[in-house]
């Protein structure tokens, strides 16, 4: 079993940044692709980023790139989301996601996510 726990949501300003952490715990993500997934209110769930074991490999949502990074450190069982040049429109709940992987491949679809965290609250304000 994977415990994934999101942090550092807030409320922030249009054009500002925030950096989401979500730790992991009861084993190693060293053989998991990672994802962030984000659900705003009266909206389904939708990919955001996501990397592969080691990082080598990233993809984005259109809504997202070029403003957003995602990133890992595998000694601190640790993923980031760093998220820059906010707008209103990227208010949601954002969800971390471990998907274990043999290939150190990476998805984009949440079917194929084994594990969730709760969440965390990402507000901005206008």
């Known amino acids: 079993q994977v415990q994934l726990v999101e942090s550092g949501g807030g409320l922030v300003q249009t054009g500002g940044s925030l950096t989401l952490s979500c730790a992991a715990s009861g084993r190693s993500i060293s053989t998991y692709a990672m994802g962030w997934f984000r659900q705003a209110p009266g909206k389904e769930r939708e990919f955001v980023a996501a990397i592969t074991w080691g990082g080598g490999s990233t993809d984005y949502a259109d809504s997202v790139k070029g403003r957003f990074t995602i990133s890992r450190d595998n000694a601190k069982n640790t993923v980031y989301l760093q998220m820059n040049r906010l707008k209103p429109e990227d208010t949601a709940v954002y969800y971390c996601?471990?998907?274990?992987?043999?290939?150190?491949?990476?998805?984009?679809?949440?079917?194929?996510?084994?594990?969730w965290g709760q969440g965390t609250q990402v507000t901005v304000s206008s």
């Open positions: 996601a471990a998907k274990f992987s043999f290939m150190n491949d990476l998805t984009t679809q949440q079917k194929e996510y084994n594990y």
